[in-house]
């Protein structure tokens, strides 16, 4: 079963910039890596989501939130196995914990609903002071 592990949270100031990795054990079956975000007593939001059409292919598909869209780009680095969240301008209420996630080929047209995914990485703590 495939393995996701995030990192790259911190603590940065208002129009600050931070980039999270999720670290992809295999991209065997995986056709969708989203990225999703729960802030205290909030349900947990997607906010982004790569998709492709295969392992090693170069053609890709991007989604955004439109509460992010503009400032976070997702984007994949094979050789690494690693998939990344780069974030700018953040606010405060972009303070919460990312996860990345994905669900065994199935692929994603748009952000999905985080029921719509199985698999989910331990979670990286972002945190943005005004």
């Known amino acids: 079963q495939v393995q996701l592990v995030e990192s790259g949270g911190g603590s940065v100031q208002a129009g600050g910039s931070l980039r999270l990795s999720c670290a992809v054990s295999s991209y065997d079956y995986v056709n969708c890596i989203s990225w999703f975000r729960q802030a205290p007593g909030k349900e947990r939001e997607g906010v982004a989501a790569l998709a492709t059409d295969g392992v090693r292919t170069s053609y890709t598909s991007k989604y955004y939130v439109d509460t992010v869209k503009g400032r976070f780009t997702v984007s994949r680095d094979l050789a690494k196995h690693t998939d990344y969240l780069q974030m700018h301008s953040l606010k405060p209420n972009d303070t919460a914990m990312y996860y990345c996630?994905?669900?065994?080929?199935?692929?994603?047209?748009?952000?999905?609903?985080?029921?719509?995914?199985?698999?989910w990485g331990q979670g990286t703590q972002v945190t943005v002071a005004s």
């Open positions: 996630a994905t669900s065994p080929r199935t692929s994603c047209v748009g952000v999905p609903h985080r029921l719509a995914v199985t698999i």
